[in-house]
Nanobody, 124 residues
Framework: QVQLVESGGGLVQTGGSLRLSCAAS????????MAWFRQAPGKEREFVAT????????YEADSVKGRFTTSRDNAKNTVYLQMNSLKPEDTAVYHC?????????????????WGQGTQVTVSS
């Protein structure tokens, strides 16, 4: 049974940091690209960051570039999202996703498996 379980969310003040984790099971983690998306109330789902399966190629959305970084530990079947210099507009539910695309992409349709999400709230 495929599972993606996010953790690490919470309430933080503007300028603070959080580190999200996503523990994966039930599929060959090292052969999947992983990504982070977020969704705020009343808004569409938004791409945040992605990391490839082979050489760990990664990139982030322009809105978080320079503040967020993603990484993975294939030995632990876990992907991380380090979030620094958080802003109120980063408030959202953050989901991790897994997909078989050879190159990591920013498109939700390329990801077959999704976690339930973890809430991140940034107070002003």
């Amino acid at each position: 049974q495929v599972q993606l379980v996010e953790s690490g969310g919470g309430l933080v003040q503007t300028g603070g940091s959080l580190r999200l984790s996503c523990a994966a099971s039930g599929f060959p983690f090292s052969t999947y690209s992983m990504a982070w998306f977020r969704q705020a109330p009343g808004k569409e789902r938004e791409f945040v960051a992605t990391i490839g399966r082979i050489d760990a190629l990664s990139y982030e959305a322009d809105s978080v570039k320079g503040r967020f970084t993603t990484s993975r530990d294939n030995a632990k079947n876990t992907v991380y999202l380090q979030m620094n210099s958080l802003k109120p507009e980063d408030t959202a539910v953050y989901h991790c996703a897994a997909g078989r695309s050879r190159i990591p992409t920013m498109f939700p349709a390329d990801y077959a498996y999704w976690g339930q999400g973890t809430q991140v709230t940034v107070s002003s």
